[in-house]
């Protein structure tokens, strides 16, 4: 690993995971122009965590309390036995068979999996090593951030200082505005209709209703 080349992470690779700088390799200066072709690279991409190796991760967990759950059955059934064999207590002794450990344990296993999200670790608790964990806090924390500052969702890294970006931008929130007006419009031209319908039922059932009334009193 030479020349600031290194890996996310040593494990697999047979290295320390340090990087250490090439002493026989030139440095190469940046001129003006290569400093003014900087702006046009593209930002940097936060990486996205790996769903599978965290819900690996998390089913992992599940197992790990399973086993905990398994061996503190068994532990509970060896003490109970002994204590039988001793020819003490035997009437409380409740020791329990392989087959009664295996339901239980397999009624935890079934609880936890229906609801894997809450075995996932907290920002705090998570190791340097668990690189896909850090991420997948990572980017909860800039959703958070995001909503907090009313960020789109479409939001890119730099549309604020592409001028054709913006210009776009503006054309296509001005159709979109033109487009609301002309239907709020419509609607409102649709709604004088149904009014005016309303008024000529109401006078023709109100000019019924009095000639009925007139026939009646004659």
Not at 14 to 21: A, D, E, F, P, S
């Amino acid at each position: 690993m030479y020349n600031g080349i290194g890996l996310t992470t040593p494990r697999g690779s047979g290295t320390n995971g340090y990087v250490m700088r090439n002493l026989s390799a030139l440095r190469v200066h940046e001129t003006a122009a290569d400093r003014a072709a900087a702006w046009d690279v593209a930002p940097p991409k936060h990486r996205e965590p790996d769903e599978a190796i965290l819900e690996h991760e998390r089913k992992r967990k599940v197992e790990v309390k399973c086993l905990e759950l398994q061996l503190q059955l068994e532990d509970d059934g060896r003490v109970d036995l002994n204590v039988c064999m001793n020819g003490s207590l035997t009437s409380h002794s409740n020791s329990l068979d392989e087959a009664t450990i295996e339901t239980r344990v397999d009624e935890l296993r079934t609880t936890l999996n229906k609801d894997l999200a809450s075995l996932a670790s907290s920002a705090k608790k998570l190791k340097p090593s668990d690189t896909h964990g850090i991420a997948a806090a990572k980017k909860a924390e800039l959703d958070k951030m995001a909503r907090a500052l009313g960020t789109r969702s479409n939001y890119t890294e730099g549309d604020a200082f592409d001028r054709e970006k913006q210009e776009e931008n503006k054309m296509r929130r001005m159709v979109e505005r033109e487009e609301r007006e002309r239907k709020r419009e419509e609607d409102k031209l649709k709604w004088l209709e149904q009014k005016q319908k309303w008024e000529a039922d109401k006078r023709e059932r109100d000019r019924l209703r009095r000639r009925e009334e007139d026939r009646i009193r004659r």
